[in-house]
């Protein structure tokens, strides 16, 4: 709604300016009559000559294809810094896991050991099986959701082991450490679902895209030819700009999987 008051703002002062002042815009826009060559002055036009719109039109098509370019640069660098991020935070995710299934078998009580590494295998199952769908489609609330589970569920496990195996053991300070970072590696992996402004980006940049393309066809014709093909091109580029933003949007779309996890699933089997 902002938006739209904005736009009609900034289309209303300069609606209203031209209506007041466009003669005086048109007299100091003309520019004085020349004779065609071969002809002298006296053959010249005398009333002065108005300019052409196509210098207009080319200030509109150069004004859309720089915001284009600025907003479409804007978004993808967003989107590839959410893919960088949601890959190291998997990456250590995994790592974590892999530790906190090693740090599980120095725990003195074999039980309490094994039921430590079974959590560890039921977690990183959840990532695979539960979590990874719920992220390729960015159910954001889906993903977060089963995330909380997992956590709660390996947290809660590895409160009753430590209980069960009642010893004073450094491992526990260890073992708290990791499920730590854990935690946070998750939120962090979690934090790289598209936002709901993302949508709003992506077809801002898809309206300049169109804008500019119409413009550029309908404004700047040249033979037929060359036309055609030069417009073909352009258009061509265009979507594939858009395709890859929107590619990009979700990481765990395309860029980012889960297959790391499976060795950790594996690790962590008892």
Known sequence: MLLLVFIAIAVGIVLLVSWIFYDKFILMAQVPPKPKEGEDDSDAPKEPVVPGTYD???RMVGFTTLAFVFMLAFVLNTFWTNV???QSATQSESANLARLSSLAEDIPDPASAAAVQKAVAEYAASITD???????VADNTGATSA??????????TIQQAQEADGSSSRVW??????????G???ADRLGQLPAGSAAARIWTVVILGLAMLIMTTAF???RVKPYRISIS????????MVFVMVQASNPYAQHVTPEIFMDARQSGSP
């Open 56 to 58: 207009l039109f080319g």
């Open 84 to 86: 960088q991020t949601a």
């Open 130 to 136: 539960v979590q990874w769908p719920l992220l390729r």
């Open 147 to 156: 995330v909380f589970d997992a956590n709660i569920a390996l947290f809660q």
């Open 173 to 182: 300070n260890w073992i708290d450490s990791t499920m730590s970072d854990l």
């Open 184 to 186: 946070q590696d998750s």
């Open 220 to 222: 700047m014709p040249t």
């Open 233 to 240: 091109i352009l258009a061509a580029l265009t979507a594939l």
